[in-house]
């Protein structure tokens, strides 16, 4: 079993950058493909970023696609850089993991999930 802790969230200016960052709990974390999924107000969760195991390999929506940027050390941490921020990014953004998955975008896929940190950008 996994336990997620997003921490990382906060304000900032259109344009800048903030990097968010998943702890991870559990002794078989290297096991697990990891994601970042976002949720603004009054809207559907959503894919933005995921890595698999080794780190080896990414996907992003395109979206953030040459903004963001997701990677993991395997001492039980994935990041997500996110640069060139855009007030349309405001959402809490999730770390999500899947035990042997792939590069999922689908919230089902998932078996643990954070508890979130709210991201705000203003405009």
């Known amino acids: 079993q996994v336990q997620l802790v997003e921490s990382g969230g906060g304000l900032v200016q259109a344009g800048g950058s903030l990097r968010l960052t998943c702890a991870a709990s559990?002794?078989?974390?290297?096991?697990?493909?990891m994601s970042w999924f976002r949720q603004a107000p009054g809207k559907e969760r959503e894919f933005v970023a995921a890595?698999?195991?080794?780190?080896?390999?990414t996907r992003y929506a395109d979206s953030v696609k040459g903004r963001f940027t997701i990677s993991r050390d395997n001492a039980k941490t994935v990041d997500l850089q996110m640069n060139s921020l855009k007030p349309e990014d405001t959402a809490v953004y999730y770390c999500a993991a899947k035990r042997w998955g792939g590069l999922r975008i689908e919230t089902n896929d998932y078996d643990y999930w954070g508890q979130g940190t709210q991201v705000t950008v203003s405009s």
């Open positions: 559990g002794r078989t974390f290297s096991s697990y493909a």
């Open positions: 890595i698999i195991r080794s780190g080896g390999s």
